[in-house]
């Protein structure tokens, strides 16, 4: 079974709801009457932002964008690929980009830098997880749903060499399935 590669249990599904639910309330506060695009950064995100923006009662729109910044081992290789950039125009619009987690920091520096060039209202970050221990670039999250150890964690999207993303709860990986100490 998918569970037998899991050491433990860092957040649970339930803790997961009621979290969303939160951060979908106060998002709703903070953009009313504002022009909200919400932005996936795939895949990792995907579930986050399923159940985030179920969880704003304001109008808006979504799109999503890919990047690679790890291969399939478990540190940031600092290299930042556009896979597949947004298709909406963002002149005017206020950004919410929708990370799983923020480790290093390096992705969403690098992507909120570009994104801040092309006409934006504004740009904010609703991130899952956050490593802060790791963080190398300056960068700090507007929303954040749960503060981590530097542990390497799996599910609610998030992946080890792609598997693992269809967990219903954030789990710590046994060291034996990627080699670690
Ligand atoms: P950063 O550029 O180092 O902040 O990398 C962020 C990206 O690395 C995230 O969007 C994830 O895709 C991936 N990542 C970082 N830490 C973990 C983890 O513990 N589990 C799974 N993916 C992770
Ligand atoms: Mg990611």
């Given amino acids: 079974m998918l569970n037998d590669a899991i050491e433990k249990v860092l957040v649970s599904e339930e803790e997961l709801k009621e979290k969303v639910t939160s951060l979908g309330q106060q998002i709703t506060k903070d953009y009313a009457g504002k022009n909200l695009l919400m932005v996936s950064v795939l895949k990792g ?37 556009i896979i597949k950039d947004l298709d909406i125009d963002l002149h005017g619009k206020d950004l919410l980009i929708v990370e799983d987690i ?11 830098k ?35 150890p530097d542990e390497f964690v799996v599910g609610y999207g998030l992946d080890y060499d792609e598997k693992y993303r269809n967990l219903p709860y954030i789990g710590v990986l046994k060291p034996e399935i990627y080699g670690g100490k």
């Avoid at 179920?54 to 890919?66: K, S």
């Fill in 114 to 148: 570009m994104l801040s060039d092309r006409g934006t209202a504004s740009i904010r970050i609703a991130t899952l997880l956050d490593k802060p221990e790791r963080r190398t670039a300056p960068l700090t999250p507007d929303y954040s749903g749960f503060v981590i």
């Fill in 45 to 81: 995100s995907v579930i986050f932002m399923a159940d985030l923006m179920r969880a704003i009662d304001l109008p808006c729109t979504i799109d999503f964008m890919c990047v690679s910044s790890y291969g399939s081992g478990t540190k940031s290789s600092g290299v930042v690929k």
């Fill in 102 to 112: 923020l480790d290093s920091g390096k992705t969403l520096h690098y992507i909120t």
